[in-house]
């Protein structure tokens, strides 16, 4: 196949798919058009780009894409360390607020083969006594349908305990010739059905695919491309109830400022919450505390205590322009950007630049901006820029770590992510991190430890 035809492949499949297809994974593209120009009795790559062009409902071609693109592997409890924190924090968390109405659903999307759902139920068993007063409801969905078949039978072979201790298995499973049948109490607590997350409407009243307390999505992010990325994680979003937890793959929603989603940082991972602060905390709080600035009320949940420290120390954002005016033009960004109105934000952004270009924090909200478009040369230099105008603006460091751990560079990502840890070590344990969620130093310090504790 000529290059100029895998290229153009390679974007349609990017374009109307939505599926990412790296350089490095050239040979596996061949591979895969040569099986749908063959499936679909087309003669030639040109056709097939034809075809992915044209009108035509992809929605069976993303299908079939995807099932020869991602492998489905899976296998209970993969990352030991996510479930420790579904099971000692988030679910109680869950649990504790749910208590009244004694209601809980959760929502384990691209579950593959049933194992990632069905490693819930066990969760709750071993966490709940009065499971029988509550009304729990679990649904895993896949695009896949040979998947799902598969986990309605809860039969796994030993291949898929690699995650789970023998201890857990003689619990919930008993051995059948070579494979292991789940407990029918966990299988029947789980509803599964098959599903496509980018064609697909969310909430989805009729299959149940609404107010959800927790959604997990891990491993699936990988095969997207960003400006998809970004849908899904919107649909999530709307599917969430207030204070609803999404929970991913380490870095697969590497922006932590998705809309109406905040992070929130523990050391095994970060996990993103529904909540009334999105976007991190606006800056403007710090200006507050000077002496001569007005005090203007937040928009977003302020910290309790705010504490001076080294990011705070360099010269907030707006001293140029006229304090006043500036802190409420930069607020007025955020609240425009938390509010989903991200040209008016990018355009009150590209105002303060005109006025001082030196303004990081301005910059800092359209490379988030530029992050949810999916245009990662932009975030990339506008973050470069942010950390060239504030040398201690952590949160630039940490995202931009998290860009080129994406993008497979390790040794960038780790430099920037030591460099934050560096920052980080000179702040009281118990501040907030500047525009990274609501979580404290001490937190984020855990969970960049964590980070490069599992680089390779
Ligand atoms: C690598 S598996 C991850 C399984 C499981 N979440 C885990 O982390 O162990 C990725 C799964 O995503 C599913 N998937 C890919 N694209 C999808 C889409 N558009 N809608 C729903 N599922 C999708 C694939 O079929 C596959 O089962």
């Known amino acids: 196949m000529e290059e100029t035809s895998l290229n153009l492949t390679r974007t349609l499949i990017a374009s109307r798919i939505g599926l990412l297809v790296r350089e490095q994974d050239d040979t596996l593209l ?14 030639s790559t040109e056709q097939y780009c034809q075809f992915l062009g044209s009108d035509a409902d992809i929605r069976r071609e993303r299908k079939e894409l995807t099932t020869l693109l991602s492998t489905g592997e899976t296998y209970f409890f993969r990352d030991r360390e996510q479930h420790v924190l579904l099971q000692d924090v988030i679910l109680p968390e869950l649990l504790e607020r749910r208590k009244a109405e004694r209601s809980l659903r959760i929502w384990c999307a691209a579950c593959s083969s ?7 139920p066990i969760l709750l068993d071993e966490l709940m006594t009065d499971q029988s007063r509550w009304n729990i409801f679990i649904i895993g969905t896949d695009i896949n349908q040979d998947f799902i078949e598969k986990a309605r039978q809860g039969i796994y072979t030993e291949w898929s305990f690699r995650g789970m201790s023998d201890a857990r298995r003689q619990r919930y499973f008993h051995p059948h010739k070579n494979t292991w049948v789940l407990d029918g109490a966990i299988r029947n607590r789980v509803t599964f059905r098959a599903g496509d997350l980018v064609a697909d409407e969310f909430p989805d009243y009729a299959s149940g695919l609404y107010g959800m307390d927790l959604s997990l999505c891990r491993n699936m992010f990988i095969y997207m491309e960003p400006h998809i990325v970004f849908r899904i994680a919107d649909k999530f979003t709307e599917t969430l109830n207030e204070g609803g937890i999404l929970v991913t793959g380490h870095g697969e929603l590497y922006a932590h400022h998705l809309g109406k989603l905040r992070t929130r940082v523990f050391p095994a991972s970060i996990v993103y919450q529904k909540g009334a602060t999105p976007f991190a905390l606006p800056a403007p709080v710090q200006v507050f505390e000077t002496p001569h600035a007005a005090p203007i009320k937040p928009a977003a949940a302020k910290p309790a205590t705010r504490k001076t420290n080294a990011a705070e120390a360099s010269p907030p954002a707006v001293v140029a322009t006229g304090k006043e005016t500036a802190v409420t033009e930069m607020e007025m960004a955020w ?3 938390n509010q989903g109105q991200r040209d008016k934000a990018a355009k009150v952004c590209g105002e303060i630049i005109a006025k001082n270009p030196l303004i990081a924090e301005a910059h800092y909200l359209l490379a988030l901006l530029a992050q949810e478009r999916g245009e990662f040369t932009e975030v990339k230099s506008l973050l470069k820029k942010v950390i060239y105008l504030d040398p201690s603006f952590i949160a630039a460091y940490l995202d931009l770590g998290d860009l080129y ?10 430099k920037m992510r030591a460099t934050a840890r560096d920052l980080l070590q000179t702040l009281p344990g118990d501040s907030q991190v500047k525009f990274y969620g609501v979580s404290t130093v001490n937190a984020v310090l855990q969970y960049i430890e964590h980070l490069l504790s599992i680089r390779h």
């Open 30 to 43: 061949r591979k895969m058009v040569a099986e749908r120009v063959r499936a679909l009795n087309l003669s």
């Open 114 to 120: 049933g194992e990632e759902a069905y490693s819930l």
């Open 335 to 337: 609240q425009y950007a």
């Open 405 to 414: 751990a994406r993008e497979g560079d390790d040794a960038r990502a780790g």
